[in-house]
DNA sequence: AGTGCGGCCTGTCCGC
DNA sequence: TGCGGACAGGCCGCAC
């Protein structure tokens, strides 16, 4: 669900509220994750202190000070603040409870996301040791991205789908961020000049930071974390905008099953 | 090496 | 009103 967007806001949005704050139980109501949340969590995390949270691509990095949790929403997940002996709602998965009173909890319904502690350095962890380049850092460039691109012949918005390259643009920034650059989603990666990918790395990163700007993008279960929505799917130009007039020149916006992916574009603008 | 697909889950919506 | 099927914001692991 949540793209590089949403996780950012959902990682500011509950840093103030548990930020040094120290751990003292954990609560494990379903451990069948897309992994298995380690039983050991409630033992391993009782006492340590939280010293902040980081962010690669769309997972998030609890530091503490003898490990970090390591946690992905997956397609529909979302984390909340909350008091202690609120009842937990069907698909509340975990509670992280801290001293100060303030309750983290981890709602699920698909339970494609997951948990995971390291003691080693997070990003030696297997699952992000192999993601691409952070899209909001200098990294990020038209350069980059034609570099990356040559001899491929996967749809571009596949390819900057592609976590191993780019990490954090899913279904809904993707096609936001071709339009933006005029640049049609089904276009070979490999044939795209290095000119348009300099106008893509500016849509993708203009994109980004406009979504974060505005909460995120709440299509159905995306809360922040006081259970309120994201506002910029009123932005969206293309996505979930099928047989609407584009915006820029009017003609209807097209879809398309791009790699098992539903696809939005302007016929007329993307090239 | 790059590509395309199946699979993991629940919830919702649409057509019959 | 019920039921089957398609679809949904992700991504690993596999076969080719």
Redesign the pocket.
Known sequence: ???LP?VETTRRGIEPYIKNKHITAIILRET?M?WPVPESLPELLKGQRLVHIDRR???LIFIFNQGALIL?????G?LRIVKPNTPPR??DHVDLVFANEQVLRFHD????GSLHWTEQHPQQH??LA??GIEPLSADLSGDFLHE?SR?????VK??I????IL????????NEALFLARIHPNK???RISLNQYKQLAKAIKQILRAAIRQG???????VREDGTR?YFRQKLRV??RPNLPCRRCTTLIK?L?I????SYFCPLCQK
């Open positions: 669900m949540p793209e949403e069948r897309r691509g769309k997972y992905h929403l997956g397609m529909s979302s069907k698909h319904p698909r339970r494609f297997p699952l192999v993601i990356k001899k491929r012949k996967v749809a596949n390819f789908m592609n976590s191993r990490a954090g643009v899913g279904n809904i920034y993707a070979p990666a490999g995120g993008t709440t299509l159905r279960d995306f994201g996505y979930e879809t099953l790699g098992q992916r539903s």
